[in-house]
């Protein structure tokens, strides 16, 4: 059996981690930019730790606090600008995968402020900034993996990038920070994270590691969810913690294999309605499993005998957590994701022969609703 790992972050986790490991903040210089969501990092206690942290190292920050969900390109271009203009050593990034994933281009922008936004998808000149990623949310696993997601303005898609420079020097986290989490916002945020685990489990790029950590990221995410769905009570602090070290064993699969189609396919849900990205996802782990249990039929029975549940079982308990309030695309919008699948990493990772026809029948059933 053969396996690769390349994880270069630094992670710490558990409570108290930022203050525990305060000299961390201090290792990159003696000025940073701080990158966050509009009210996240203050909600969480988290930007009050991390500021206070700084101030003990001795170092001077400056808020930047204009990421919106699905971060604007532009959005992060301006994040760069404003890092060099404040001759920023060093970035953190506090939040959910929106503001996560933009400090990665924050960084990248501040070490080139004279790139254009769509140079971010192409080699730069000069080294990102370091930076460090502080979680408010159990789910994307942005702390450990190298991509990061832009909407792109000019077309309102959503578009990865990720490379050698996009890992966090270290990463915080700490499921205190995600206990002001609504209650939605946690069945989204573990829902993105079981997408990670189940599509990276199936996908081509799956080894014997990732296979581990998808493991163990569905036993711990499955029946907290669906604790927390029952009962639609915020989940207790344990509950936090098995949903926070899922979402991170996810992000290690992740990291791995990348996601499949059933990503692709929820993108045009998150640009155009604002279904959060995680229950977008959710909606084709049905259809997902569907497509793969008959190919790899081993593979899938190691996994449900370790999650104590069969497919039928897990489609319905994750059909039944992810809302259908969305509307149907129209013919054009199908048809502008269709040619969104042509050489597509997503489908290529897709295991079997997931031609177009296939692509279309899954994407028609679920996206128009027929
Ligand atoms: P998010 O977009 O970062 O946040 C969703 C909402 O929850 C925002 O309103 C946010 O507020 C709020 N929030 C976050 N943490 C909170 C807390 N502790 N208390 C109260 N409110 C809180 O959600 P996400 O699902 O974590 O990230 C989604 C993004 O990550 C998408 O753009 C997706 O494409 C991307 N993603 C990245 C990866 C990767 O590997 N890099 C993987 C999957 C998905 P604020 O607006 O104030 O922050
Ligand atoms: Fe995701």
């Known amino acids: 059996m053969s396996f690769c790992i390349n994880m ?6 558990g409570e ?26 203050k909600l969480s206690g988290a930007l009050a730790d991390v500021t206070a942290v700084l101030e003990a190292q001795g170092v001077a920050w400056e808020l930047f606090d204009k990421v919106g969900q699905n971060p604007l390109l532009s959005v992060c271009h301006a994040g760069g600008q404003a890092a060099a203009a404040f001759g920023a050593d060093f970035v953190v ?15 990248a922008f501040g070490g080139n402020p004279q790139m254009a936004p769509l140079a971010l998808y192409e080699p730069w000149q000069n080294p990102a900034l370091p930076f460090l990623l502080v979680g ?9 993996t190298r991509f990061s997601i832009m909407t792109v303005d000019e077309t309102g898609c959503k578009r990865s990038w990720g490379n050698e420079q996009s890992y966090a020097k270290a990463a915080f986290g700490d499921p205190r920070y995600t206990e002001s989490l609504s209650v939605d916002f946690t069945m989204s945020t573990g829902l993105d994270a079981v997408s990670h685990a189940l599509e990276g489990y199936f996908s081509t790029e799956a080894d014997a590691v990732s296979d581990l950590f998808a493991i163990e990221a569905l036993r711990l995410l499955l029946p907290t969810l669906k604790d927390a769905w029952v009962s639609s009570q915020p989940p207790n602090p344990q509950m936090r913690a098995r949903l926070y070290d899922g979402s991170i064993y996810a992000g290690m699969t992740l990291n ?46 190691r996994l449900f005998r370790a999650i104590g549940m069969y497919a039928a079982e897990l489609s319905d308990q994750i059909a039944m957590m992810t809302p259908t309030d969305y509307t149907p695309l ?3 919008e199908l048809e502008a994701l269709m040619a969104r699948c042509k050489d597509s990493t997503n489908i290529a990772r897709t295991p079997g022969a997931f031609s177009t026809e296939e692509q279309r029948v899954v994407a028609t059933r679920i996206l128009q609703k027929r």
């Not at 270069?8 to 986790?13: A, E, H, K, M, S």
């Not at 408010?136 to 702390?143: K, L, R």
């Open 330 to 332: 129209s013919d054009s």
């Open 93 to 107: 990034g506090i939040g959910g995968g929106s503001p996560l994933d933009a400090a990665k281009a924050v960084a």
């Open 136 to 144: 408010t949310t159990a789910g994307t696993g942005s702390e450990v």
């Open 256 to 301: 791995r294999c990348g996601t499949t189609f059933c990503h692709l396919f929820g993108y045009p849900l998150s640009e155009q309605q604002a279904v959060p990205h995680g229950y977008a996802c959710a909606l084709f782990l049905p259809a997902y499993l569907e497509w793969c249990v008959p190919l790899m039929p081993q593979k899938a029975q």
């Open 8 to 13: 270069p972050v630094r992670l710490y986790t």
């Open 16 to 41: 108290g981690v930022v203050r525990q490991n305060s000299a961390e903040f201090g290792r990159y210089g003696k000025r940073c930019l701080l990158v966050t969501g509009k009210s996240s990092a």
